[in-house]
């Protein structure tokens, strides 16, 4: 009996000692050794499946599982037809903006491009060393006494510039060939906007990089433009007030972006360079091992730990980044629990009891209101629809414990 296999269509590079074969279109990717990319090529050559065992063990010495490496490619929804049966397809995400044409954005990914960001940017660095008053500060952030006001006009310049973060990362991908999609996310106790980027992976290295890096380059150039208009022009009035909000939240939205404990545009860019296919979720899984062993658990925790299969290199990169994972994860909670939490409800109270003051007040306090509230309803809708599942599952599984404690006891 022989066995022919038909794959989608899939994308091949090298990676160190390693091959990254998958599907741009889905972002599925898997980091596979040599002979497994071996395999790949002869079963599309096309070898049937036994042929391809025989030839490895020719060429190898060994003999290798083809079968059950074709199982694990179909699972993964790479395979397209074995043995003349279509086999299920994997949806595909609907990308975002899709009137966005590769054709359209392909000069994005000219070597030209970013020199000409560069050139922005030591502009506007020049100015600022001419003229150091013009240092963005926090205190730009409340440049009214009317605290509603300023938080919902500085809310839309954030969602402004968050905007065009994303869209720069999204048009970077597109102009790679990679279908993309935007979101909004949860990291932790904050609300996100994030554009998955997966399928860049089939992508070179200097490509890569650009899409990791260009949401923080528009931020960075935005800054740099402003320093410029703020510097040569000199603009007063709301023009120049709206200048310097601009420059203090695309400057201050930068740091967030090294809380690599977090999936930021800084993380994937160090995930890539320490050659590890899924460092966040390598690193999580190694926590919760020694969270099992702190506690005692070591009967279920016994053996190898997480990350045993994984190449030297790649196994020290996870166990370096999951205790960064683990000490930003405390303090991120801790700051929420004793500072942003109080915070939040300090503003609530305030905006609330301007509610019974002057139509200017109350109008100040309503927009504080809806700013604060429009934000964590956003962020429980985002959690909601990423762990409702996670959440639905919990929820049985104690039903059932309940149920069959209930029995245990009756008998």
Not at 187 to 204: C, I, M
Not at 277 to 283: F, Q, R, T
């Amino acid at each position: 009996m022989t066995t022919r296999v038909i794959f989608r269509e899939l994308s091949m590079r090298q990676e160190g000692d390693s091959w990254v074969v998958g599907r741009p279109e889905t972002g599925d990717f898997v980091m596979v050794p040599e002979v497994a990319h071996r395999a790949i090529t002869l079963l599309s050559a096309p070898c049937t499946v036994e042929e391809t065992t025989l030839r490895l063990r020719v060429e190898t010495g060994q003999d290798i599982a083809v079968a059950d490496f074709v199982a694990s490619l179909d699972e993964l929804g790479f395979v397209a037809v074995i043995d003349g049966e279509a086999r299920p397809a994997t949806e595909v995400p609907k990308p975002t903006l899709p009137w966005l044409r590769q054709q359209h954005l392909s000069w994005l990914l000219s070597p030209a491009v970013p020199w000409f960001a560069g050139a922005v940017i030591i502009a506007g660095i020049i100015v600022l060393v001419r003229e150091p008053h013009l240092t963005p500060r926090f205190g730009d952030l409340t440049w009214t006494s009317h605290a509603g006001l300023a938080l919902a006009v500085d809310a839309a310049v954030g969602w402004i510039l968050v905007g065009l973060h994303e869209l720069a990362h999204l048009a970077t991908a597109r102009a790679a060939g990679v279908p993309a999609q935007t979101r909004l996310a949860t990291r932790l106790q904050f609300l996100a906007v994030e554009t998955d980027v997966s399928g860049v992976w089939a992508a070179p290295r200097r490509v890569r990089v650009t899409v990791y890096l260009a949401g923080m380059c528009i931020e960075l150039v935005i800054a740099a433009g402003c320093l410029l208009i703020l510097g040569l022009a000199h603009p007063h009035g709301l023009a120049g007030q709206m200048l310097s909000i601009t420059l203090a939240e695309s400057v201050l939205f930068l740091p967030s972006q090294l809380l690599v404990f977090m999936r930021t545009d800084v993380y994937f860019l160090l995930q890539d360079l320490a050659g590890c296919a899924n460092l966040y979720a390598d690193g999580s899984a190694y926590v919760r091992d020694l969270a099992r062993r702190a506690v005692g658990r070591r009967a279920t925790g016994r053996g190898n730990p997480p990350g045993r299969d994984l190449p030297d290199r790649e196994r020290r990169a996870v166990r370096c980044y999951a205790w960064l994972l683990l000490v930003g994860t405390i303090a991120c909670l801790a700051d929420a629990a004793f500072i942003a939490v109080p915070a939040t409800i300090a503003l609530l109270v305030r905006g609330a009891t301007e509610l019974d003051r002057g139509a200017i007040d109350m109008l100040d306090g309503l927009a504080a209101l809806a700013v604060l509230c429009s934000i964590e309803v956003l962020w429980l809708y985002a959690w909601w629809r990423r762990h409702s599942g996670q959440v639905r599952d919990c929820l049985r599984n104690w039903q059932r414990a309940m149920g069959g404690g209930d029995k245990h006891a009756a008998e």
